[in-house]
């Protein structure tokens, strides 16, 4: 089962036009399956917040909660407002627990920081994070290009399976070590997440600039991008019984076009064996 959809519902007026804020998650979940939440990495959500988003949606949508930064290594100097880790893990737990019950939580993403690289103190962080997940499900991006180096990279994804973490698979542009490239493996039986940044390498390496956030998710991908991510997940559905894609790419609202021409893509019979299972329309 591959399901597609984009990061965040609130900020796609190519989607919905200019309604209420209130209206945007109800609309969004008529197209789309899933929603990434990044406001979750900001702040720990209240659960009256995702108690609504919750009521707002189809009984089969499905929610992935960005881990907030502090958990993550985020912070640097930044306050934090929990004083200890395990309070911290603990509040997020809590926040999650609307979605759990509804069985509308598909994954947790720990998304961890370019200066997070492959050594032996930080993966016992990513062990004591798992054991403190319990058992929801967690999956992994790295922004580190050491996890996937030559010498390490069979290594990361055999502790991944062993640890239980979803591997994170991520498009986003080749510009140095604050970044990956793509490793089409999954990690779980259970599922696997793949997110699509774009590939703006110049936007990429402005982080010193003010609107650094808007020119690093600047991109448009083509129909031969799309099509090559296309077999890309039909290769994964032999390892991973779930794949859900989200598109990062809206600076331009291009996030929304790109998701329907790949779910148009899925969809295309002539595309597809009888033994592939696609349900994102």
Same mark, same amino acid.
């Given at each position: 089962?591959?399901?597609?959809?984009?990061?965040?519902?609130?900020? /796609?007026?190519?989607?919905?036009?200019?309604?209420?804020? @209130?209206?945007?998650? @109800?609309?969004?979940?008529? /197209?789309? #399956?899933?929603?990434?939440?990044?406001?979750?990495?900001?702040?720990?959500?209240?659960?009256?917040?995702?108690?609504?988003?919750? *009521?707002?949606?189809? %009984?089969?949508?499905?929610?992935?909660?960005?881990?907030?930064?502090?958990?993550?290594?985020?912070?640097?100097?930044?306050?934090?407002?929990? %004083?200890?880790?395990? *309070?911290?893990?603990?509040?997020?737990?809590?926040?999650?627990?609307?979605?759990?019950?509804?069985?509308?939580?598909?994954?947790?993403?720990?998304?961890? @920081?370019?200066?997070? %690289? $492959?050594?032996?103190?930080?993966? *016992?962080?990513?062990?004591?994070?798992?054991?403190?997940?319990?058992?929801?499900? $967690? !999956?992994?991006?790295?922004?580190?290009?050491?996890?996937?180096?030559?010498?390490?990279?069979?290594?990361?994804?055999?502790?991944?399976?062993?640890? +239980?973490?979803? /591997?994170?698979?991520?498009?986003?542009?080749?510009? +140095?070590? +604050?970044?990956?490239?793509?490793?089409? !493996? !999954?990690?779980?039986?259970?599922?696997?997440?793949?997110?699509?940044?774009?590939?703006?390498?110049?936007?990429?390496?402005?982080?010193?600039? #003010? %609107?650094?956030?808007?020119?690093?998710?600047?991109?448009?991908?083509?129909?031969? *991008?799309?099509?090559?991510?296309?077999?890309?997940?039909?290769?994964?559905?032999?390892?991973?019984?779930?794949?859900?894609?989200?598109?990062?790419?809206?600076?331009?609202?291009?996030?929304?076009?790109?998701?329907?021409?790949?779910?148009?893509?899925?969809?295309?019979?002539?595309?597809?064996?009888?033994?592939?299972?696609?349900?994102?329309?």
């Amino acid at each position: 089962m591959i399901e597609v959809g984009l990061t965040g519902f609130g900020d /796609h007026p190519e989607l919905y036009g200019k309604i209420k804020a @209130p209206e945007r998650l @109800p609309t969004y979940s008529q /197209h789309f #399956p899933i929603v990434e939440i990044d406001s979750s990495f900001y702040a720990v959500q209240p659960v009256k917040n995702v108690t609504k988003w919750v *009521e707002q949606t189809p %009984d089969d949508f499905g929610f992935i909660f960005k881990a907030y930064q502090g958990m993550t290594g985020h912070l640097r100097g930044k306050k934090n407002y929990f %004083d200890t880790k395990e *309070e911290m893990f603990e509040a997020f737990h809590v926040s999650l627990k609307p979605a759990i019950d509804a069985g509308k939580l598909r994954m947790a993403l720990f998304q961890y @920081p370019p200066w997070f %690289d $492959c050594n032996r103190d930080n993966v *016992e962080t990513l062990r004591e994070t798992r054991e403190l997940m319990k058992d929801i499900p $967690c !999956a992994l991006e790295f922004r580190n290009q050491t996890w996937y180096m030559p010498e390490f990279r069979e290594r990361t994804l055999e502790f991944m399976r062993k640890e +239980g973490w979803i /591997h994170t698979i991520v498009d986003e542009p080749q510009a +140095g070590m +604050g970044s990956i490239p793509i490793i089409t !493996a !999954a990690t779980s039986r259970q599922a696997t997440y793949v997110r699509m940044h774009g590939r703006n390498v110049d936007g990429w390496h402005k982080s010193s600039h #003010p %609107d650094w956030r808007k020119l690093r998710y600047l991109y448009n991908y083509n129909t031969e *991008e799309l099509t090559e991510w296309r077999d890309r997940l039909l290769q994964l559905q032999e390892q991973t019984d779930h794949i859900y894609i989200v598109f990062n790419n809206n600076s331009a609202g291009d996030a929304t076009p790109n998701a329907k021409e790949l779910i148009a893509m899925l969809a295309d019979k002539d595309a597809l064996s009888d033994k592939h299972d696609i349900s994102s329309i």
